[in-house]
């Protein structure tokens, strides 16, 4: 794996080719889509009202292995708007 400029992670991603989701928040009140995942944390995507969602623990699921792991503790450390791709789209990703 090429590290890019500004890269701090110490440990090597893997993107998720297997249809994996997190849930965040209490009762699953967001699915987001899982981009990767190591030893050092995740990346999801997810549809935005608020800027930063309050969590402290996430599940990972996958649907197609039945797959569950529930109660993660985590913190973010990066929140960003991602570009949108649609011209017309009002809905913000993150």
């Known amino acids: ?3 890019e400029r500004g890269e701090r992670r ?3 991603r893997f993107r998720d080719q297997s249809g994996a989701f ?16 190591g ?3 995740l990346a999801f ?3 935005a009202r608020e800027k930063r969602p309050n ?11 039945d797959f ?3 109660y993660v503790p985590c913190e973010i450390s990066l929140d ?8 017309f789209d009002s809905i913000t990703i993150r």
Do not use: Q, W
């Not at 009140?29 to 995942?37: F, M, S, T, W």
């Open 10 to 12: 110490k440990h090597k």
């Open 55 to 65: 969590v402290s623990f996430l599940d990972i699921f996958l649907t197609d292995r």
């Open 1 to 3: 794996m090429r590290k």
């Open 22 to 37: 997190v849930g965040i928040g209490p009762h699953f009140n967001k699915v987001c889509r899982l981009i990767d995942i």
């Open 68 to 70: 569950y792991s529930g």
């Open 80 to 87: 960003f708007e991602m570009a949108n791709k649609e011209p």
């Open 39 to 41: 030893m050092g944390g």
């Open 45 to 47: 995507r997810y549809m």
